[in-house]
C-alpha cells in the first residue's frame, strides 16, 4: 500500500525516458499506471496498461482517456509529458518545424487535459504534473524553439493551477535540467564532437552531471501524490541546482 493507492494514473510518452520513470515511480506508490504514447509498447510493464495514442490527434486523445477511464474506472492523475526536442537560434528552424514542436509540447497538453478533465472532476485526488524544463526558465544557446515551447508550458501550468484550484485539481510542473535520457543521446550523437559536448553539459550543471530520469520520475510522483495536496501553482527545478546557483 502506498499513497497513491486505489488512484489511476495516465502518463503521456510513457514508453521511455522520463516518462517511463515517472510511471514506475507512481505504481510504486500504488497507483494503477496508463502510458500513453504514439508508439506500442512491448513488453508492457507489470501491472500497467499501455495505449497507443498521439497527443496532436484530438481524436486520438480523447479516445485514448476515455478508454482508460472506462478500463480503469477513472482518472486521478495526469502527467503531461510528451515532448519532443529542437535545436538552433530563431533562425535554425522553419514554420513547419516550429508548427510541429509547438503541436506536441505545448497544444498536446491542451488537448490531453481538456479530455481528462471530466474524469479528473470526480476525483477526490485530482492533479496533473506537466512536465516543463530549464530551458523554459533560463536563456540556453542554440535552443530557442525548445525553451519558446517550455517557456509556454511553465506559463500554462500557473493558467491551469488557477483556473481548476477551486475544482479541487491539483497542476504542478517538474523542471529538469539536462536529463540522461535517449534524446540527449540523440544530440550527443549527432555533435561533431560528443565527448566535448556531453562533458559541456555535465560542467554546466552545478552538481556537475546529468540528472536521472528516475531523479525527475521521484519530483513527478511526489507531486501527483495526496501527500502533496497543499501543492499547486509550483514548478520543482531539478536541474542540480542550474536555475538558482552560480559558480
Known sequence: MGDCSGLVAIVTGGASGIGAAAATAIAARGAVVALLDRDALDPIPAGMIAVVADVTDDASVRAAVDHVAAELGGVDILINNAGIGAAGDIAANDDDEWHRVWDVNVVGIARVTRAALPHLRESKHAAIVNTCSIAGL??????????????????LTYAM????????????????GTVDTPWVGRLLEAAEDPERTAAALRAR??????????EVAEAIAWLASPLASSTTGTILNVDGGMHSLRR
Open 205 to 214: 550543471q552545478p552538481h556537475g552531471r546529468l540528472v536521472t530520469a528516475v
Open 138 to 155: 533560463a536563456g540556453l544557446p542554440n535552443r530557442a524553439l525548445y525553451s519558446a515551447t517550455k517557456g509556454a508550458v511553465a506559463s
Open 161 to 176: 493551477a488557477a483556473d481548476h484550484v477551486r475544482e479541487g485539481i491539483r497542476v504542478n510542473a517538474v523542471a529538469p
